[in-house]
């Protein structure tokens, strides 16, 4: 499975992006889907995860609120709606196939990652 991420820059405080993450293989369908991020110097977190059907999503407390994610299994496309963002949420942002039994909020869980993306929130 590759994993393709893109809709990073820059943005101001309050403001808005979508994240997409796009995936290609035999079986890109067929794993709950998540989105980790890392800011310069710290560990990398989980942001938003979302079962294989789109039915079942979890968030990081810090985005519970301001961050939806969902998917299009027809075009193996994830997504990350950012609203009302903060200077905190800057970070580089990467998606990744949960294909493991380990938690969902440990990176350890997912087997295939993307390139991440840059996110910039300006004060």
């Known amino acids: 499975v590759q994993l393709q991420a893109s809709g990073g820059g820059l943005v101001q405080a309050g403001g808005s992006l979508r994240l997409s993450c796009a995936a290609s293989?035999?079986?890109?369908?067929?794993?709950?889907m998540g989105w980790f991020r890392q800011a310069r110097g710290k560990d990398r977190e989980f942001v938003a995860l979302i079962g294989m059907s789109g039915r079942t999503m979890r968030y990081a407390d810090s985005v519970k609120g301001r961050f939806t994610i969902s998917r299009d299994n027809a075009e193996n496309t994830v997504y990350l709606q950012m609203n009302s963002l903060k200077p905190e949420d800057t970070a580089v942002y990467y998606c990744?196939?949960?294909?493991?039994?380990?938690?969902?909020?440990?990176?350890?869980?997912?087997?295939?990652w993307g390139q991440g993306t840059q996110v910039t929130v300006s004060s």
């Open positions: 990744a196939a949960k294909t493991r039994a380990d938690y969902f909020t440990t990176a350890t869980a997912y087997g295939y």
């Open positions: 293989g035999r079986t890109a369908g067929s794993y709950p």
